[in-house]
């Protein structure tokens, strides 16, 4: 990458700020630039980095100031997206199909599809057009992969998982296992539930490595479209992720729990079974959700309630706010003394 800081003011439709002709040959953020990079600066908060930082140019909102030649764009971050987006496109390699994957019968290739050797796919799967499988991959009977999905290194879907149009699963990922369904008998054994339902995800969602999506008992377990999941995240069976939601890394949701659109949830909350989560809510990391929460709320803590922050805080103060009830109790029993003894 080597381009002028004017080619790339034009290229975001952007404001030119110093020397055009200034050079750029990488991007990179402000604490990890060097010479002939380009960061971006969203806010004047992050001025001090601004300062320490050796980027030779920066892209940053109308507002803030700077110190070298910038860009200036509304929203700085999407503008650092497109950069990457342009200089960096996904790159996937070219196998067509390998002679060395396994295709049942019955199955229908679309146009451009690229299947990596050792990848499996059984009976009846039908692949849309531009579809990347990479090697490794297992693709149970009857799946339904939309157009310009692409499945990296050891995806296992089991049968009957549907993609919409444009899904990146990343490696290790398992899609449509059974659901952890049980029937405890009388002598204390458990029976298992058949999991004859399926798994449906919808255009663009993204969904981490290692993630783990299990089939309905009966019915569907539902990702919405554009909903993104981390890595190591466990979806139980029957639940509904809303769309456009996000769920970061180690998040567990129990059976049939329904997340609205728009829900965010930090790193290794829980949420237990059959809970319903409200439109555009936000569940704080580390959360144990055992009620259904509110439409637009924020929860804290274990069991998690809005004031879970707050509580948090104050548990943090319990030595001292013990030490000042014994202080308080001692005064008490004193003044209780010299008015005993007059």
Not at 99 to 114: C, M, Q, T, Y
Not at 170 to 181: C, E, K, T
Not at 241 to 253: D, E, K, M, R
Request: proline share 4%; charged share 20%.
């Amino acid at each position: 990458m080597h381009v002028t800081l004017a080619e790339l003011a034009c290229l975001l439709t952007g404001e030119l700020e110093g020397d055009g002709e200034t050079l750029i040959c990488g991007l990179a953020p402000l604490d990890q630039a060097q010479a002939g990079d380009l960061a971006f600066v969203a806010e004047n908060k992050h001025a001090a980095q601004l300062a320490a930082s050796c980027a030779t140019a920066v892209l940053v909102a109308p507002h803030v100031r700077v110190d070298r030649p910038a860009i200036r764009v509304a929203e700085p971050y999407l503008g650092f997206i497109h950069l990457l987006e342009h200089f960096f496109p996904p790159q996937h390699p070219t196998w067509g199909i390998d002679a060395r994957a396994s295709i049942g019968p019955e199955v229908e290739l679309g146009a451009r599809v690229n299947i990596g050797p050792y990848v499996v796919i059984e009976r009846g799967v039908r692949l849309g057009d531009d579809v990347t499988v990479y090697p490794g991959t297992y693709i149970g009977a009857a799946c339904e992969i939309g157009a310009g999905c692409v499945l990296y290194a050891h995806v296992s879907l089991y049968p009957r998982v549907h993609l919409g149009r444009r899904v990146i699963i990343h490696s290790g990922a398992v899609i449509g296992a059974d659901g952890f369904g049980f029937y405890a008998l009388l002598d204390g054994a458990l029976r298992k539930i058949p999991q004859v339902g399926r798994v449906v995800i919808g255009d663009a969602v993204e969904i981490g490595a290692n993630t783990c999506v299990d089939r309905a008992t009966l019915g569907d377990t539902i990702i919405e479209a554009g909903a993104k999941l981390d890595n190591l995240v466990q979806i139980g069976h029957n639940s509904v992720v809303g769309a456009h939601s996000v769920l970061a890394g180690q998040v567990g949701l129990s059976g049939s729990v329904r997340l609205g659109p728009g829900v965010r949830i930090g790193g290794q909350a829980g949420i237990a079974d059959h809970i319903t989560v409200g439109d555009k809510a936000s569940i704080s990391a580390q959360a144990g959700v055992i009620a259904d929460v509110e439409p637009g709320a924020t929860v804290y803590g274990t069991p998690a309630v809005a004031e879970g922050k707050r509580i948090a805080l104050y548990s943090l103060r319990l030595g001292d706010l013990f030490q000042q009830v014994k202080q308080l109790q001692r005064r008490l029993d004193a003044l209780e003394g010299r008015e005993t003894r007059s």
